[in-house]
């Protein structure tokens, strides 16, 4: 059964950092593109980060460029979201997602196949 399983979220406090991880199962994820999405209460979900099959190219949000970091160990299956410099407006529910695309449109929902259940970040001192 093909699934996307988030993990790594949790109680930061601001400043702080976290690593949230991806795992895929029922499917290769190196074949994949994979993107990571998130959606704070009453909001919209926004689309934060992308990284291509093999990982050559990388999109990120304007609101975390230079915080966060995408990446991907295809040999585990897994993807990954390094977030550091954490502020309160990060806290959300953060989903990763993946699809047989690039990251061209890769903040739009619609662009992405399979997606996971969530994983809760919370910034607050």
């Known amino acids: 059964q093909l699934q996307l399983v988030e993990s790594g979220g949790g109680l930061v406090q601001p400043g702080g950092s976290l690593r949230l991880s991806c795992a895929a199962s029922?499917?290769?994820?190196?074949?994949?593109?994979i993107a990571w999405f998130r959606q704070a209460p009453g909001k919209e979900r926004e689309g934060v980060s992308c990284?291509?099959?093999?990982?050559?190219?990388?999109n990120y949000a304007e609101s975390v460029k230079g915080r966060f970091t995408i990446s991907r160990d295809n040999a585990k299956n897994t993807g990954y979201l390094q977030m550091s410099s954490l502020e309160p407006e990060d806290t959300a529910v953060y989903y990763c997602?993946?699809?047989?695309?690039?990251?061209?449109?890769?903040?739009?929902?619609?662009?992405?196949?399979?997606w996971g259940q969530g994983t809760q970040v919370t910034v607050s001192s």
């Open positions: 029922g499917l290769t994820l190196g074949y994949y593109g």
């Open positions: 997602a993946a699809a047989m695309r690039d990251c061209t449109y890769f903040s739009s929902s619609y662009y992405w196949t399979y």
């Open positions: 990284m291509t099959s093999n990982g050559d190219s990388t």
